[in-house]
């Protein structure tokens, strides 16, 4: 934990927070902070800040916080992501959000089966307290917005312009061959990035999405898990952009 | 699993090759092999060809081999790599193998717990299972060289030339501000890319890696874990030497 998340609502009108859960243990037995230890802080959707202990008792700290005025950015990469499998979901939204990320749209696919959008890797707790764990890592403390579609057809022929405005629109597959660094640096700005499910997307998918404009884009000839694949190509396109 | 990896002591001089484990029951249950069905294969180490069902008994499967001549390429990126946590490092495995690595040294360093090095993890049966998992995820079948060195100062100053030839030294860390991206652009080659322990290289081993001609890489402000920098600084210096 490089930042020490906390939600608004911890805060009182003065800046103190009391905290008795995971993450004063983490205060108290790793980071082993006494009374007057400063720590870093962010406000959840808002301001990084710096946070002294006041009081340390039976697993109970209280925190005095200062925040600045930045607010971090929103990330410049969205994605539209078929629903990976349960497993693979539950250890992704940490990564992705240390990568960072602005929108999540979780779709679901030909190559996606529909017992994955009862998992409990998809319900907003779980999503939440992962992203957070992602956040704290990459010391930012924006939530991805996540939003679970069921049919990507409607959504991408009626709702693109909603949920990712002018961003360029990537799809990533192996049928292309062109390499993400090139298509984005061809244009700067929001990018968001079509990945597909284990296997890939369908035909169908892909003439769907490029004909809303989705630009293809691939890793070559190496077929990768869809893990990997989120990110490797968020660090890659992250990196064209910088 | 998108390519069968037979190790060479598994094939008759004739192609013939018997199996029972997991990848027959892969085959049967998965890929629902039936006699006559042909699927892709590859020799570990070798050439990737095709294979067909000659009998289906009770969880065994007779397979006919051809290969052809091409052996894929070793992958031009190499691993200098501090060694993670046992947990970390059992995940890491077959994604490194999966982007593609051709060797991997993994190293003691300032931040690397002692004990890791005693872990299942580091063991080259657990290492080679995994990695040929990432392999037959790939379509590849060249195993990654794996080396474990207990001791950062003398294989750097010693060794590096015996393992690592005229690679492109890159080192990655947090302290430096230039894209990996524009490093590996600048001269085209195998990149040999050093990534050090959750918190980074040291002071001391950042100079002396340096001394011996790293050039410094980052991926930015944000901190990422061990395995998330890992995945995404191999997948950008794939996609930049492409």
Redesign the interface.
């Known amino acids: 934990v490089?930042l020490l998340l906390l939600e608004p609502a911890e805060l009182s009108a003065e800046g103190h927070a009391i905290l008795s859960d995971d993450r004063a243990r983490h205060v108290i037995e790793v980071l082993r902070a006494k009374i007057g230890s400063e720590l870093r802080v962010g406000r959840v959707g808002g301001p990084i800040g710096s946070a002294r202990v006041e009081s340390i008792e039976a697993g109970t700290i209280t925190l005095a916080c200062r925040f600045g005025d930045r607010t971090p950015p929103i990330p410049a990469v969205d994605l539209l992501l078929a629903l990976p499998r349960p497993k693979v979901l539950a250890?992704l939204w940490?990564?992705i959000a240390?990568?960072?990320v602005g929108k999540v749209v979780l779709t679901n696919a030909n190559k996606v089966e529909r017992y994955y959008f009862d998992s409990h890797a998809v319900s907003p707790e779980h999503a939440r307290h992962r992203l957070l764990e992602g956040l704290a890592?990459?010391?930012?403390t924006r939530v991805p917005e996540v939003v679970v579609v069921k049919e990507l057809k409607p959504f991408v022929e009626d709702e693109l312009d909603a949920a990712f405005g002018d961003a360029r629109r990537l799809i990533a597959d192996a049928a292309y061959a062109r390499?993400?660094?090139d298509a984005v640096r061809a244009r700067k700005g929001r990018v968001v990035l079509a990945v597909g499910p284990e296997g890939g997307w369908s035909d169908y998918e892909r003439d769907l999405l490029e004909r809303q404009g989705f630009v293809g884009v691939g890793?070559?000839?190496?077929?990768?898990?869809s893990d990997?694949a989120v990110?490797?190509?968020?660090?890659?396109v992250?990196?064209?952009l910088?």
Do not use: C, K, V, W
Request: proline content about 6%.
């Open positions: 490089n250890r940490a990564q240390a990568l960072g890592q990459a010391r930012d390499s993400p660094i890793l070559g000839p190496r077929t990768l898990r990997t990110i490797a190509l968020l660090g890659i992250h990196e064209a910088r």
